[in-house]
Every structure is written in structure tokens, then in C-alpha cells.
């Protein structure tokens, strides 16, 4: 068996792409789920029934499908309604399949080869604490039939899994995870102290687990944000230097939104003449790199992982 634990090393890697989707990743927004909208209430005799309360009709006028024209690609749709089932779905809108589980779900849901569905879901002892939308804990595999054949639970005081897993060819699951780092590691690490009193950082980390059992699982990879860091505040750190010479490292003390602030700044004749100390960064090399998602980050983990 592989050792429990295989970290990032391999200089065949392209690690500079990669930690640019980790930190992209921990910095989202956080958004809260919705209930999809309910049909509008039909219209009553208002002379032979009481006046009901309005209900907001659904964008477009109605529930279901609002476009499906030929070019539309032939298939079945699969979405996961932030509850416990998962649907699959013709063009027309017509269900064709359903999975149910006892465990809620916010991520994402996907449909595997063999017709099984693989889904995050949410593990209700978790610790609470963690900030961001779509919480995890728990990794499940249904079969076509709805057999639950792997119900796994992976979180720790310090790791949460959120928003998206896949399962990878050799079988093995891939998680992106939230890590707790509390203000005294945080500030060891460069952090500035005024950023993170009372408070804690979530950088990310990409896990690989291997099924060995119906509710068991052995970690045989992953890779953290947390040990790629740089800062140019401290020079009695170890990792102080130059954040503009090292693109494949993650700024400690990079807050996102600050990035709104420069952009007004720089509108000024001042802003200008200090824009390379402002952003951090070369006279030709942009201020912020990001992708658009958590599914952007687990693409690019399994596409960098390393096979040991």
C-alpha cells in the first residue's frame, strides 16, 4: 500500500498553476443557498373565495424548462437541488431517474460511467465554526438502483471538506477541503495580527482517499495552500520575501477585496506613482490571478496530481 500521506513534490508538476486555483478557491464569496421558487397559487373566483397572499410567479413565467431548441445537446441533465435527492432529466424536462439519500447535499452531484451517482453530502456532526456555503463531511456512491455501496465521512477540527469531490479513474476520491489556521498560527506564519484577531484563516487543501470498505477510506495523497506561503511584512520569517518574484506562492496577508480599494486608488495621480507597492507585485505583471471556481481547482488537482 502507499504511505498514508504523499505530498506535492514532483518537479515534473506545474505547482505555480496550481497554487493560483488553491488560493483562488479560499477566497470565494460567501453566498447562502435558496429554495428553488414554488408554482404560482392559480387564480380563485376572488367573489366565492378570500383574497390569498401573492406568490412571485418563477423567472419567465414558469417552473421547468424555459428554453430547448435543436441545437441543444441531446441528453439527460442532472442537477442536485440542495436537498436529499439528486434528479436526472431529459430536455423536456421530464424526470427520468431519481437518487435519495438520507443526508442533504449543497455540492455537487455526478453521474459516473457505470451509471452510479457520486455526491458530497453533509456530515451532521461536523465542527461548527467553518464560514462558506456548501459544507461537506461526507462522500457517498449510489448505484443505479439507489444502493448506497460507499457512505464515507471525512472532517476533523482542523479540515472540512466543501462544495465539490470527484472520483478519480484509479477509483479514488479527490475532496477540496477547508483547513482551520487560528490566530496564533496564522501570525507565526506572517499573518498581520490586526487582520485575524479573534479569528481564523481557511486556506485549502486538495485530499485523495481510497475506498476500503462501505464506510471506510485511506488518505494515500494531498496537497495544502498552507505550506506554500510567502509574506514580505516580516523579515524574521522564514518565508519572507518578495511576493512579486514568486507567483507559485500564496500571499499570507492577501485580503480579498483589498484588490477594489487599489483599483479606486490607482483613478489618482498618487495611486499611480505607487502602484508597484500597492499591488506587490513587477511593472508588467498583473495584481491578481483567479479561477472561477471549486470545480476549476479540482480539474486542475486532478490533472497535477502525482502518481507515486
Given at each position: 500500500?502507499?504511505?498514508?500521506?504523499?505530498?506535492?513534490?514532483?518537479?515534473?508538476?506545474?505547482?505555480?498553476?496550481?497554487?493560483?486555483?488553491?488560493?483562488?478557491?479560499?477566497?470565494?464569496?460567501?453566498?447562502?443557498n435558496?429554495?428553488?421558487?414554488?408554482?404560482?397559487?392559480?387564480?380563485?373566483?376572488?367573489?366565492?373565495?378570500?383574497?390569498?397572499?401573492?406568490?412571485?410567479?418563477?423567472?419567465?413565467?414558469?417552473?421547468?424548462?424555459?428554453?430547448?431548441?435543436?441545437?441543444?445537446?441531446?441528453?439527460?441533465?442532472?442537477?442536485?437541488?440542495s436537498?436529499?435527492?439528486?434528479?436526472?432529466?431529459?430536455?423536456?424536462?421530464?424526470?427520468?431517474?431519481?437518487?435519495?439519500?438520507?443526508?442533504?447535499?449543497?455540492?455537487?452531484?455526478?453521474?459516473?460511467?457505470?451509471?452510479?451517482?457520486?455526491?458530497?453530502?453533509?456530515?451532521?456532526?461536523?465542527?461548527?465554526g467553518f464560514?462558506?456555503?456548501?459544507?461537506?463531511?461526507?462522500?457517498?456512491?449510489?448505484?443505479?438502483?439507489?444502493?448506497?455501496?460507499?457512505?464515507?465521512?471525512?472532517?476533523?477540527?482542523?479540515?472540512?471538506?466543501?462544495?465539490?469531490?470527484?472520483?478519480?479513474?484509479?477509483?479514488?476520491?479527490?475532496?477540496?477541503?477547508?483547513?482551520?489556521?487560528?490566530?496564533?498560527?496564522?501570525?507565526?506564519?506572517?499573518r498581520?495580527?490586526?487582520?485575524?484577531?479573534?479569528?481564523h484563516?481557511?486556506?485549502?487543501?486538495?485530499?485523495?482517499?481510497?475506498?476500503?470498505?462501505?464506510?471506510?477510506?485511506?488518505?494515500?495523497?494531498?496537497?495544502?495552500?498552507?505550506?506554500?506561503?510567502?509574506?514580505?511584512?516580516?523579515?524574521?520569517?522564514?518565508?519572507?520575501?518578495?511576493?512579486?518574484?514568486?507567483?507559485?506562492?500564496?500571499?499570507?496577508?492577501?485580503i480579498?477585496?483589498?484588490?477594489?480599494?487599489?483599483?479606486?486608488?490607482?483613478?489618482?495621480?498618487?495611486?499611480?506613482?505607487?502602484?508597484?507597492?500597492?499591488?506587490?507585485?513587477?511593472?508588467?505583471?498583473?495584481?491578481?490571478?483567479?479561477?472561477?471556481?471549486?470545480?476549476?481547482?479540482?480539474?486542475?488537482?486532478?490533472?497535477?496530481?502525482?502518481d507515486?
Amino acid at each position: 500500500m502507499r504511505s498514508s500521506i504523499h505530498w506535492f513534490a514532483n518537479t515534473r508538476t506545474r505547482v505555480t498553476m496550481f497554487a493560483a486555483v488553491a488560493m483562488a478557491v479560499a477566497i470565494l464569496d460567501l453566498t447562502a443557498n435558496a429554495d428553488p421558487a414554488q408554482d404560482a397559487a392559480k387564480k380563485d373566483d376572488a367573489k366565492s373565495e378570500p383574497p390569498k397572499k401573492a406568490v412571485s410567479p418563477a423567472p419567465g413565467g414558469k417552473l421547468g424548462v424555459q428554453v430547448n431548441e435543436p441545437r441543444a445537446l441531446p441528453g439527460y441533465n442532472l442537477i442536485n437541488p440542495s436537498g436529499r435527492k439528486a434528479y436526472l432529466f431529459d430536455n423536456e424536462g421530464r424526470v427520468v431517474h431519481t437518487w435519495t439519500s438520507e443526508h442533504p447535499s449543497s455540492a455537487a452531484v455526478h453521474l459516473l460511467e457505470n451509471g452510479n451517482l457520486f455526491r458530497p453530502a453533509e456530515a451532521v456532526n461536523r465542527k461548527p465554526g467553518f464560514q462558506g456555503p456548501a459544507a461537506a463531511g461526507r462522500i457517498q456512491e449510489f448505484d443505479w438502483d439507489g444502493k448506497l455501496i460507499w457512505d464515507f465521512e471525512y472532517h476533523s477540527e482542523k479540515r472540512l471538506p466543501h462544495h465539490d469531490a470527484i472520483k478519480l479513474p484509479n477509483g479514488n476520491a479527490l475532496l477540496i477541503c477547508w483547513e482551520w489556521i487560528d490566530e496564533k498560527e496564522a501570525v507565526a506564519q506572517g499573518r498581520r495580527p490586526d487582520t485575524v484577531k479573534d479569528s481564523h484563516l481557511q486556506p485549502d487543501c486538495l485530499v485523495e482517499i481510497k475506498p476500503t470498505g462501505q464506510k471506510t477510506g485511506d488518505i494515500v495523497w494531498e496537497w495544502r495552500s498552507w505550506d506554500h506561503l510567502i509574506q514580505d511584512l516580516d523579515k524574521t520569517k522564514a518565508n519572507y520575501g518578495n511576493v512579486s518574484d514568486h507567483p507559485e506562492l500564496f500571499d499570507v496577508n492577501y485580503i480579498h477585496g483589498e484588490e477594489d480599494m487599489v483599483a479606486k486608488l490607482m483613478q489618482t495621480k498618487d495611486g499611480i506613482a505607487k502602484e508597484p507597492r500597492l499591488v506587490g507585485r513587477g511593472e508588467n505583471e498583473p495584481a491578481v490571478h483567479r479561477v472561477a471556481s471549486c470545480r476549476d481547482a479540482i480539474d486542475l488537482g486532478q490533472e497535477l496530481r502525482v502518481d507515486v
